[in-house]
């Protein structure tokens, strides 16, 4: 509604969603996206743009000439993100009416670029874990932890039977009704209900791992309980993992957040280093994706992509330390190293040998 309701003046407000990370923002905006009436009230499509917290300067500016070459088949060479906003809303002043949607601001120069073109033609909807960077004027939407039925819903989704209500309870407060982490428990259900245990065994097992390795109840105000819950929630998945498959999902946690990850880059990496080839590859990634370990798992134009939830990664990343991400990210160098075409004359540093198809590398490998 706060979308599609007809302005009463020349600037529109942005819609701003806020709430903690794994709250489920960025999926209520791909949702929103989604809808009927969405579509009819903007013709001129979505532009989506994901940000992030360590995105800034040039990076920014990369990322409205992105939108601007989106809308009008050229590429701009904006050195300036506020001048490259600027144009963005004079190329969309012209068309028909289109929603911006900036996913995972961190900080008001991140949003800065995208508001310029606010009015009738231009609509902004933007995520955000800090409420204090919504403009004055802007419509603030809360997205707070589930309800107790909704949590109890996602923990029970799919199963043949429902789950004891002492043990439902438990599991919905234990996870703080956190929609990554009451994911996450989920998967965990099902896989331990795959190996052979009932569904209430499976959601007693879960409930174990859950409550020995974090607090039962988690105040969602308090950081270090947060990462708590994260914990034992986390572990309660990757337990379920045979030791040379986790040390695979470990790997991920050298890419960048906010950005789909190409699984020809990650099967590549994992043939060349470790023996895995394509198509064990692809099991491990839908065991992944079974488990609620991915945030997505996106398939298009004959490609997939994956990402990481960026609670999820940051805690990967916590969980393999400095010296074992140091490790991982030089394996996925030294894999890349064989992409150059090889009769040994191309030295090691020349990576712009890089073959052109190797879009990933090219923007991340710096």
């Known amino acids: 509604a706060a979308l599609t309701v007809e302005s009463a003046g020349p600037v529109v407000a942005p819609v701003i969603l806020v709430g903690t990370g794994g709250f489920g923002k960025t999926t209520l905006a791909v949702e929103i996206c989604r809808r009927r009436e969405v579509a009819e009230v903007f013709p001129g499509g979505v532009l989506w743009v994901s940000i992030g917290e360590h995105v800034s300067g040039p990076a920014i500016t990369d990322r409205v000439n992105d939108l601007c070459e989106a809308v009008a088949g050229r590429h ?12 963005l809303a004079e190329l969309l002043a012209s068309g028909s009416r289109t929603l911006i949607v900036v996913d995972d601001v961190w900080g008001p120069s ?118 708590d819950a994260v914990r034992a929630t986390m572990e309660a998945s990757l337990n379920l993992l045979e030791p040379n498959d986790l040390d695979r999902y470990l790997d991920l946690a050298v890419f960048p ?31 992944f994706q079974r488990l609620s370990l991915l945030a997505m798992l996106r398939r298009a134009n004959g490609a997939t992509a994956l990402r990481l939830h960026d609670v999820i990664r940051d805690y990967i990343r916590h969980r393999c330390g400095e010296t074992e991400l140091k490790k991982r990210n030089q394996s996925l160098l030294d894999s890349a190293r064989l992409l150059f075409p090889g009769d040994g004359a191309v030295q090691p540093s020349e990576w712009w040998y890089l073959p052109r198809e190797q879009d990933y590398l090219w923007r991340n490998l710096s």
């Open 76 to 87: 701009p060479m904006f050195a300036d993100a506020e001048r490259a906003g600027l144009k």
């Open 110 to 227: 991140q949003l800065r670029p995208f508001l310029f073109g606010l009015g009738e033609q231009v609509r902004v909807l933007a995520t955000t874990r800090d409420r204090s960077l919504a403009p004055p004027t802007a419509t603030v939407i809360v997205v707070d932890a589930m309800e107790p039925t909704e949590a109890r819903d996602v923990i029970e989704a799919g199963l043949t039977e429902p789950i004891k209500d002492e043990v439902a309870n438990r599991l919905v407060e234990g996870t703080g009704r956190w929609p990554v982490l009451l994911s996450l428990a989920h998967g965990a259900i099902r896989r331990a209900v795959n190996t052979g245990l009932s569904v209430q065994d499976a959601a007693e097992h879960v409930l174990h791992q859950l409550e020995s390795q974090g607090p039962l109840a988690f105040d969602m105000r308090r950081a270090e309980d947060r990462r």
């Open 257 to 287: 957040e906010d950005v789909d990850i190409p699984v020809r880059v990650l099967y590549a990496w994992w043939t060349s280093m470790h023996g895995v080839g394509a198509e064990a590859g692809e099991r491990l990634v839908e065991d």
